[in-house]
């Protein structure tokens, strides 16, 4: 998947389970928030990954409010079970992490897709690219988890950052990728979005006949559908062939 694709099916971004510790505190359950933060805590440092400026304030703000709900005695304790889950890769608890984890940032990917052609759109693509880590990590599990569409979805809802901020070979990594599992098929919709995104990177790339080949398959899949919009999205990038190579 390219040289900036984490290794290790378990890879758990420290970030991720931080932001779902947020939610954790605020759902008023301080003590998965604590696990989550103990977990992050051992992962950075295990891969020696220091947190972040601009997610200091809000950590600090999660971890205090969550000793203020739990007294020390009953913190420490479930800080520390939190970091024990570094060392049990296949605890039933871990595992819903790395689930959780992928949902909420492929819900972020694809929740970025309107955004990213707004007027925000600037701020919108540098969110994109700070969580970029993030992103890969979860799209690496949905392959690991055969749990495919959401992840469809999100890699083709950020077709404008591909383009815009130089991830096109990425971004096409991710979809070929995606669009070889077999399950792909089975999730029509986001496979028709998935072919169109992957068609018109081809195109970007200079790879007329991938790109002609995957918006072929998309109008086919398009027209089953009965998606119009879809339909116009594939016969664009047809005609847009068209149009540069005669």
Known sequence: MGAGWPA?????????LEEMAR????????????RLCGAAAAWRHTMGTPLQPYRRASS?????DARAALGDCDFAAAWAAGEALR????SPELRLIQQRHAQVF????EAAEEPLRGPDQAARRTRVEQELANLRAAVQWSLAAGELEPALRAAAALWMFWFV???????????DALLAQPKAATAAAARAKALFTAGML?????????GRALHQEGLALQRQLGDRAGI???????GWDRLRCG
């Not at 116009?232 to 047809?238: N, V, W």
């Open 8 to 16: 290790g099916p378990h890879y758990v971004v420290a970030a991720g």
């Open 23 to 34: 939610v954790a505190v605020a759902l008023q359950q301080a003590a998965l928030a604590t």
């Open 60 to 64: 600090e703000r999660t971890l205090q």
């Open 87 to 90: 060392t049990c890769s296949g």
């Open 106 to 109: 492929l819900a972020l990917a």
């Open 165 to 175: 901020r130089g991830y096109a070979t990425e971004g096409r990594q991710w979809l």
């Open 202 to 210: 081809a195109f970007y790339q200079g790879d007329h006949a991938a």
């Open 232 to 238: 116009a999205s594939a016969l664009f990038g047809l």
